[in-house]
């Protein structure tokens, strides 16, 4: 093989990995270096629960009787990606956690690398933990880009179904992607899909085709007692084509924001961490019973 060849392998597959389903690049209050899997780290607890999430003594209202978990999306962590809807949750009246996934050793800040069918299972443990610190029977699970794709796997293959109401998708991964065609040049630069397969499988695992996508997707998109709602940008340029995000079956509501407000331009990352007309529509998800209409009005909402 060529040199140049050898080299290009590598970098191909670490230039996917800075831009593959890359969430926030909010600057924000530092959590801390990866900790087990089942917990949540004491600065991240603290930074989020004087914010007003992560507050375990929060007990869920008769008007939102559920809790809402948010799941951060690939390269983000519990706090950043939550610094914009968290709080707003929050001051509409629920309780609200968010947790770290997903984390490759000796890499701070970044999760949401590790195998996705590991993360979901940390993701069923840390639901466990809400229910039990605030009593509630369900929670609700909102995710960004690979945290609204994530809990699909354990809800179909780790029981969450039984402890899941909801679950909406901002900019979710359902299908993987190509990123606007990207990942098909893959086979073209041997050792590129191992070097992602090895070092960063919660990216492998997102490309569109993968194995794991295919289990997913296998049999249905759904399962039944859950209400998906899936919000997606027509600008998106990480998860690619954007109409893959969207789901299929019973209680499945496909949202695109410029069918609500033509002008919002959000694209991957800031529908999930800024656009409060996509912080709207999930509250709606949230609270069909209570729902308004979402409009280009919303942004001051």
């Known amino acids: 093989m060529l040199p140049w060849k050898r080299a290009l392998g590598p970098l191909t597959a670490l230039l996917l990995a800075a831009t593959f389903l890359a969430t926030p690049a909010v600057?924000?209050?530092?959590?801390?270096?990866?900790?087990?899997?089942?917990?949540?780290?004491?600065?991240?607890?603290?930074?989020?629960?004087?914010?007003?999430?992560?507050?375990?003594?929060?007990?869920?209202?008769?008007?939102?009787?559920?809790?809402?978990?948010?799941?951060?999306?690939?390269?983000?962590?519990?706090?950043?990606?939550?610094?914009?809807?968290?709080?707003?949750?929050?001051?509409?009246?629920?309780?609200?956690?968010?947790?770290?996934?997903?984390?490759?050793?000796?890499?701070?800040f970044f999760y949401g690398l590790g195998p996705i069918d590991a993360s979901a299972g940390q993701l069923a443990t840390y639901v466990d933990k809400v229910l039990t610190a605030t009593g509630a029977a369900k929670v609700d699970v909102v995710g960004h880009s690979q945290g609204g794709m994530m809990p699909r796997y354990y809800l179909k293959f780790l029981g969450g179904a039984a402890k899941v109401n909801a679950l909406v998708g901002l900019a979710p991964s359902n299908r993987g992607s190509t990123l606007l065609g990207l990942t098909r040049l893959l086979p073209y630069f041997p050792g590129a899909g191992d070097l992602l397969n090895e070092k960063t499988p919660g990216l492998a695992d997102q490309v569109a085709g993968s194995a794991f996508l295919t289990k997913l997707n296998a049999g249905g998109d759904t399962v039944p007692g859950v209400r998906y709602t899936v919000i997606a940008t027509r600008y998106d340029e990480v998860v690619t084509p954007y109409r893959s995000q969207f789901l299929t079956g019973p209680d499945v509501r496909n949202v695109l924001l410029q069918d609500l407000c033509p002008v919002d331009l959000s694209e991957h990352v800031a529908i999930g961490t800024i656009d409060r007309i996509a912080f709207h529509e999930v509250n709606n998800a949230l609270d069909p019973a209570r729902a308004t209409p979402t409009t280009c009005a919303s942004v001051i909402g």
């Open 27 to 108: 600057a924000a209050t530092p959590t801390a270096a990866p900790t087990a899997p089942t917990s949540v780290s004491a600065p991240a607890l603290s930074a989020s629960s004087s914010s007003g999430w992560n507050d375990y003594s929060c007990k869920p209202s008769a008007a939102h009787p559920r809790p809402v978990v948010l799941v951060h999306g690939t390269l983000g962590n519990a706090i950043d990606n939550w610094l914009g809807l968290a709080p707003y949750l929050v001051n509409r009246g629920y309780c609200v956690f968010s947790l770290d996934y997903g984390q490759l050793p000796g890499v701070p």
